[in-house]
Nanobody, 122 residues
Framework: QVQLVESGGGLVQAGASLRLSCAAS????????MGWFRQAPGKEREFVAR????????YTADSVKGRFTIARDNAKNTVYLQMNSLKPEDTAVYYC???????????????WGQGTQVTVSS
């Protein structure tokens, strides 16, 4: 199965943008649906966005819809999360995740990355 490594987190001011990247190692990256989750201090991990292996279907949580966009480049084995108009409440550790094949509803990922910290100051 793939292994995932996130990058691109950091400290920004409210209103700024960041782009997170998740590089996958291993074969058949396009066979995996990819997603992003986040976990704020003292809160449960929550779903942010996911994208199908073919890059044709995306789904984004209501809390970030219109501000965050998920995309993937199968030639580079990488998935991205473009985050615009960041708010202090977006502060969290962001995790990349993968699921082999179809990923719908509450299906859990098969693979998790180690996470990258995003901090948004007011």
């Amino acid at each position: 199965q793939v292994q995932l490594v996130e990058s691109g987190g950091g400290l920004v001011q409210a209103g700024a943008s960041l782009r997170l990247s998740c590089a996958a190692s291993g074969r058949s990256f396009s066979s995996y649906a990819m997603g992003w989750f986040r976990q704020a201090p003292g809160k449960e991990r929550e779903f942010v966005a996911r994208i199908s292996g073919s890059d044709t279907i995306t789904y984004t949580a209501d809390s970030v819809k219109g501000r965050f966009t998920i995309a993937r480049d199968n030639a580079k084995n990488t998935v991205y999360l473009q985050m615009n108009s960041l708010k202090p409440e977006d502060t969290a550790v962001y995790y990349c995740a993968a699921r082999l094949g179809l990923w719908v509803g509450q299906m859990p990922p098969n693979v998790w990355g180690q996470g990258t910290q995003v901090t948004v100051s007011s």
